[in-house]
């Protein structure tokens, strides 16, 4: 049988942190099979954290990932990545649910869905810039946009899809789907210049204003209102359904 597992350890098991092996076969001639990966990019204003093997599973820094298991969904995979690899509560973390995933896309491996979440909780008193010295000894460390595309250097893939994530956070920032609190948003120090150089006319984004907590508290609130018009539907449609058998028997007889 095909081993999920090992084709998405296959990405962190060289040099670079992804790994080029084959597909696995199918069991039909002329035919491979690949298996999913999702991994989960935790946020925290304009920081991400990235993940190190204390086992030396593989060198350096690397974006949280794993195999998504049989009949799993690649959402619930990539809050499995997170929570699991950085051993975080998944309490402790908010999907955001618009910003949609970005692949890391490795030549011959399977593809990984990069989901983006938010801490719930702030950094530590004092000055945000503490949280950029390393721990060679904790499982994961926090990042700049600037700090991860070094501490990314030899994984070029890896790069290119926190680039693409960078600029779909600050257009959610600017929609106010993404939060800028605690230092900012992740990439700002490049996507402002970034946009900049865009053909056409010059691209500036609003920052935006928003905060994790009225995040939630919308989320919250958009969930309570739709329960509550589905609630209100099922009882139009239970009481249709009364008044049509009422009509039926008074038909009947």
């Not at 084959?22 to 076969?25: I, L, N, P, S, V």
């Not at 938010?118 to 004092?126: R, T």
């Not at 503490?130 to 060679?136: F, G, M, V």
């Not at 539907?233 to 139009?236: D, E, F, L, N, V």
């Given at each position: 049988s095909h081993d999920c597992g090992s084709d998405c350890h296959a990405h962190g098991s060289e040099e670079h942190g992804h790994g080029h092996g084959?597909?696995?076969?199918s069991g039909s001639e002329g035919e491979t099979q690949t298996c999913p990966?999702?991994?989960g990019l935790i946020l925290r204003g304009n920081r991400c954290v990235l993940i190190r093997s204390l086992a030396g599973e593989w060198e350096g820094m690397r974006i949280p990932w794993l195999a998504v298991e049989?009949?799993?969904h690649v959402e619930v995979a990539s809050a499995r990545a997170a929570s699991e690899l950085c051993s975080i509560e998944p309490e402790e973390m908010h999907l955001l649910r618009n910003v949609l995933p970005v692949a890391i896309a490795v030549p011959g491996m399977p593809e990984i869905a990069l989901y983006a979440f938010?801490?719930?909780?702030?950094?530590?008193?004092?000055a945000?810039?503490?949280?950029?010295?390393?721990?060679?000894?904790d499982i994961y460390d926090w990042y700049t946009f600037p700090s991860a595309m070094r501490a990314l250097a030899g994984d070029a893939y890896a790069r290119a899809a926190l680039a693409t994530m960078a600029f779909a956070l600050a257009a959610g920032a600017a929609a106010g789907t993404v939060p800028n609190q605690w230092g900012?948003?992740?990439g700002q120090e490049w996507t402002e210049a970034a946009f900049k150089l865009l053909p056409g006319p010059k691209l500036e984004l609003d920052p935006g204003n928003r905060t994790i907590a009225s995040l939630m508290d919308a989320g919250a609130a958009a969930?309570?209102?739709?329960?509550?018009?589905?609630a209100q539907?099922?009882?139009?449609e239970e009481a249709n359904s009364t008044k049509g058998n009422q009509k039926r028997k008074r038909v009947k007889h």
């Open positions: 084959q597909e696995a076969d990966c999702a991994g049989p009949g799993e938010y801490a719930v909780n702030p950094p530590p008193p004092g945000l810039e503490a949280a950029d010295t390393e721990d060679p000894e900012g948003v992740f969930a309570s209102s739709s329960s509550g018009s589905r539907t099922t009882a139009t």
